[in-house]
């Protein structure tokens, strides 16, 4: 797919060229309104980026051309101007979102995924043709059971061909559709990434004509009639050094993979890392016309040029900051922004505030963006294996999981309860406070304990629970006893058993072992709440779980939120300006589109009558935001695992809603 950017400022367009060729987009830059303008006449986009203050021809007049002309590609407004007014511009003159500066690479992103997904009806998840199947989430080919080593442009080329599979493509299409302007290559680039795609799928056991070509015209793929499904043996091609590193690489990664959103994290702290380095002088020059500005204010000698010059370099440095990262170098220089933006009658500092703020900024500059911490692979939520009055089962339980490529702790046992508890805090305790799911030590998938339950005392078990809530919220946990009674299933529920298994062979264990251990879900949730510190702290604490948080301050903004997010899980307060909480979940059960989504009311007013109100308004729980971290995971992540479909408390009822407007 084919983005046009607009945008003048040189740092921000960068990045944002960069970010958009990663995620494997042909990117066209201009810098300027006019220079955006020829483009669109002169090829075709699938959607557009567009500054609000450029030059020539400023953004709002950009958007309501496009209009005007007939042109209907989504259009994303990117500004750092706060005006809600402005806002309302943008998307009255056409605009189909709207992002404001400073902001996360992710999170624009994610919107350009979300209006290019829009504009290809029907949406679809994973595109497939026969064997062949490619997953736009994952960017992940694979042909039956073999993953496909694609280069990005082969990846556009084969998702090009698979989103619309009758078509044919000539060379000068499939140049306009995947490559940019100013890398101008000749037509037989195309008919080299064209041989290249049919080498990898034929080594895959794809047939050689799977992407015919259609003489004189193009390309297209070959109709699905006759094409044969690789359940046929392997061609011998797949034995190749080529494809045996291939296959290498893919257990590697599932071995020693990290959580995927700190591993994206980790490669966009990476690129900007690289990105500063090349635009620090040109932050440097705003600084030197920010600094001068100010000394001029000092002596009250502010010539005109200049103080438009500090305008703008204030302005840029505000936006392309908060891309970097630097959030306390982006307030600073949007209120220095905002200081030379209003008569000096108004301003509320004095040309010594002005300096500080300048020299403050000045050592967030030298900072830099922050490099990433070393990633740590893991194999995702360890399992914890308590064998009751089963010890002799130890030794044959830890070979077999060994046979089934799991490392498997023994934690000692043959000591008293005090100092196995000190072991298990020593070993666990940490969890609570680290950012990534996993134990403190990640060199085991499974780590098992020999305790006798039955002549445990009674405290020594809620210690031992409180220790094994402290570990991870989701942590699975299997109870293996040779007792089956009733009292002792309990003790094991007591405990957080996942499951309880009674006198099981080896062989039952490692098969129950192995599928209670998973990666961390991932989920989407919406929070509505008007707290900023719990909209500011949250996602950070539910990111490592796999749950993307999206949060809105804003009552008033949820219902245009839920078609665009699509959440998996709403969160929201009870008392709030405009809308409260409890008129929200009503409406939401109003739609049948809504009626099982889950709703949870994350609030300070959790007495009876409180959670008795959002009970009824359709709740599906009622969480104290005082709950410590652990238990409010757990929480949340109870909601999200699958139940059976029951209809909505309200649609039980006998009421009929109509409207005549």
Same mark, same amino acid.
């Not at 797919?1 to 921000?12: G, K, T, Y």
């Given at each position: 797919?084919?983005?046009?950017?607009?945008?003048?400022?040189?740092?921000?367009?960068?990045?944002?060229?960069?970010?958009?060729?990663?995620?494997?987009?042909?990117?066209?830059?201009?810098?300027?309104?006019?220079?955006?303008? @020829?483009?669109?006449?002169? =090829?075709?986009?699938?959607?557009?980026?567009?500054?609000?203050?450029?030059?020539?021809?400023?953004?709002?007049?950009?958007?309501?051309?496009?209009?005007?002309?007939?042109? &209907?590609?989504?259009?994303?407004?990117?500004?750092?101007?706060?005006?809600? /007014?402005?806002?309302?511009?943008?998307?009255?003159?056409?605009?189909?979102?709207?992002?404001?500066?400073?902001?996360?690479?992710?999170?624009?992103?994610?919107?350009?995924?979300?209006?290019?997904?829009?504009?290809?009806?029907?949406?679809?998840?994973?595109?497939?043709?026969?064997?062949?199947?490619?997953?736009?989430?994952?960017?992940?080919?694979?042909?039956?059971?073999?993953?496909?080593?694609?280069?990005?442009?082969?990846?556009?080329?084969?998702?090009?061909?698979?989103?619309?599979?009758?078509?044919? =493509?000539?060379?000068?299409?499939?140049?306009? #559709?995947?490559?940019?302007?100013?890398?101008?290559?000749?037509?037989?680039?195309?008919?080299?990434?064209?041989?290249?795609?049919?080498?990898?799928?034929?080594?895959?056991?794809?047939?050689?004509?799977?992407? +015919?070509?259609?003489?004189?015209?193009?390309?297209?793929?070959?109709?699905?009639?006759?094409?044969?499904?690789?359940?046929?043996?392997?061609?011998?091609?797949?034995?190749?050094?080529?494809?045996?590193?291939?296959?290498?690489?893919?257990?590697?990664?599932?071995?020693?993979?990290?959580? $995927?959103?700190?591993?994206?994290? @980790?490669?966009?702290?990476?690129?900007?890392?690289?990105?500063?380095?090349?635009?620090?002088?040109?932050?440097?020059?705003?600084?030197?016309?920010?600094?001068?500005?100010?000394?001029?204010?000092?002596?009250?000698?502010?010539?005109?040029?200049?103080?438009?010059?500090?305008?703008?370099?204030?302005?840029?440095? +505000?936006?392309?900051?908060?891309?970097?990262?630097?959030?306390?170098?982006?307030?600073?220089?949007?209120?220095?922004?905002?200081?030379?933006?209003?008569?000096?009658?108004? #301003?509320?500092?004095?040309?010594?505030?002005?300096?500080?703020?300048?020299?403050?900024?000045?050592?967030?500059?030298? +900072?830099?963006?922050?490099?990433?911490?070393?990633?740590?692979?893991?194999?995702?939520?360890?399992?914890?294996?308590?064998?009751?009055?089963?010890?002799?089962?130890? $030794?044959?339980?830890?070979?077999?999981?060994?046979?089934?490529?799991?490392?498997?702790?023994?934690?000692?046992?043959?000591?008293?309860?005090?100092?196995?508890?000190?072991?298990?805090?020593?070993?666990?305790?940490?969890?609570?406070?680290?950012?990534?799911?996993? !134990?403190?030590?990640?060199?085991?998938?499974?780590?098992?304990?020999?305790?006798?339950?039955?002549?445990?005392?009674?405290?020594?078990?809620?210690?031992?629970?409180?220790?094994?809530?402290?570990?991870?919220?989701?942590?699975?946990?299997?109870?293996?006893?040779?007792?089956?009674?009733?009292? &002792?299933?309990?003790?094991?529920?007591?405990?957080?058993?996942?499951?309880?298994?009674?006198?099981?062979?080896?062989?039952?264990?490692?098969?129950?072992?192995?599928?209670?251990?998973?990666? $961390?879900?991932?989920?989407?949730?919406?929070?509505?709440?008007?707290?900023?510190?719990?909209?500011?702290?949250?996602?950070?604490?539910?990111?490592?779980?796999?749950?993307?948080?999206?949060?809105?301050?804003?009552?008033?903004?949820?219902?245009?939120?839920?078609?665009?997010?699509?959440?998996?899980?709403?969160?929201?307060?009870?008392?709030?300006?405009?809308?409260?909480?409890?008129?929200?979940?009503?409406?939401?059960?109003?739609?049948?589109?809504?009626?099982?989504?889950?709703?949870?009311?994350?609030?300070?007013?959790?007495?009876?009558?409180?959670?008795?109100?959002?009970?009824?308004?359709?709740?599906?729980?009622?969480?104290?935001?005082?709950?410590?971290?652990?238990?409010?995971?757990?929480?949340?992540?109870?909601?999200?695992? !699958?139940?059976?479909?029951?209809?909505?408390?309200? /649609?039980?009822?006998?009421?009929?809603?109509?409207?005549?407007?």
């Amino acid at each position: 797919m084919r983005i046009l950017l607009v945008e003048d400022d040189d740092a921000i367009a960068t990045v944002l060229a960069k970010s958009f060729a990663d995620e494997h987009y042909a990117v066209d830059v201009a810098q300027d309104g006019y220079v955006g303008w @020829q483009l669109v006449n002169a =090829f075709d986009y699938d959607l557009i980026v567009l500054d609000v203050v450029l030059p020539k021809l400023d953004g709002i007049q950009f958007c309501q051309r496009l209009r005007d002309y007939g042109y &209907h590609m989504p259009v994303l407004i990117v500004t750092a101007l706060d005006s809600s /007014t402005r806002k309302i511009a943008g998307l009255d003159a056409g605009a189909d979102d709207y992002i404001t500066k400073p902001f996360q690479i992710d999170e624009l992103l994610a919107r350009v995924r979300v209006l290019l997904r829009r504009a290809q009806t029907p949406i679809l998840s994973m595109l497939e043709w026969g064997a062949l199947q490619l997953n736009p989430n994952t960017r992940e080919v694979t042909f039956g059971e073999h993953l496909l080593n694609l280069t990005p442009k082969e990846y556009r080329l084969l998702e090009l061909f698979l989103r619309k599979p009758s078509q044919v =493509f000539s060379r000068s299409a499939i140049l306009d #559709r995947l490559w940019s302007s100013s890398d101008s290559p000749g037509e037989d680039t195309v008919t080299a990434h064209i041989k290249g795609l049919r080498r990898k799928l034929t080594q895959v056991g794809a047939p050689a004509d799977l992407i +015919k070509t259609v003489y004189g015209v193009g390309y297209r793929l070959k109709p699905l009639e006759g094409f044969e499904s690789p359940g046929m043996p392997t061609p011998t091609s797949l034995d190749s050094p080529k494809n045996l590193e291939i296959n290498d690489q893919k257990a590697t990664l599932a071995a020693t993979s990290v959580h $995927p959103a700190l591993a994206k994290q @980790q490669q966009t702290q990476v690129t900007l890392r690289s990105l500063w380095q090349r635009l620090e002088a040109q932050q440097g020059q705003r600084l030197n016309t920010l600094k001068q500005a100010v000394e001029a204010i000092a002596i009250n000698q502010l010539p005109p040029h200049l103080h438009q010059q500090a305008q703008r370099a204030a302005h840029s440095l +505000k936006g392309s900051l908060g891309i970097f990262g630097l959030t306390t170098g982006s307030e600073l220089a949007q209120r220095l922004e905002h200081q030379l933006a209003v008569p000096w009658s108004d #301003r509320l500092c004095d040309p010594n505030q002005l300096r500080d703020w300048v020299i403050a900024l000045e050592q967030e500059v030298a +900072k830099g963006p922050s490099l990433p911490e070393p990633a740590t692979p893991t194999p995702g939520l360890p399992l914890l294996m308590i064998l009751d009055d089963l010890a002799e089962l130890t $030794p044959d339980i830890a070979q077999a999981g060994r046979d089934q490529g799991v490392t498997v702790q023994i934690w000692p046992t043959d000591q008293p309860w005090p100092a196995l508890r000190e072991q298990l805090n020593a070993g666990f305790l940490s969890m609570a406070n680290s950012p990534t799911p996993g !134990p403190s030590l990640p060199v085991a998938n499974w780590i098992m304990i020999n305790l006798r339950l039955q002549t445990m005392p009674e405290s020594n078990q809620q210690q031992l629970l409180a220790i094994i809530g402290l570990m991870a919220p989701a942590l699975p946990v299997l109870v293996c006893s040779a007792n089956g009674s009733l009292h &002792h299933r309990i003790q094991a529920a007591r405990l957080g058993a996942s499951t309880f298994l009674y006198n099981p062979t080896v062989a039952e264990i490692i098969d129950w072992g192995m599928t209670l251990q998973a990666q $961390p879900v991932t989920a989407r949730v919406l929070m509505v709440d008007d707290d900023p510190d719990l909209l500011e702290a949250l996602p950070q604490r539910l990111l490592p779980w796999g749950l993307h948080l999206t949060t809105l301050a804003s009552p008033a903004q949820l219902w245009s939120s839920l078609h665009r997010v699509a959440p998996d899980l709403l969160l929201l307060d009870i008392e709030m300006p405009g809308f409260n909480g409890l008129e929200l979940c009503r409406v939401v059960r109003q739609s049948p589109l809504w009626h099982h989504l889950p709703i949870v009311f994350l609030t300070a007013y959790t007495d009876i009558s409180h959670s008795h109100a959002a009970m009824l308004a359709g709740a599906n729980d009622v969480i104290d935001k005082a709950l410590p971290g652990p238990e409010l995971v757990q929480r949340l992540l109870q909601q999200l695992k !699958p139940t059976p479909s029951l209809p909505c408390p309200l /649609t039980a009822l006998p009421l009929k809603f109509c409207c005549t407007e």
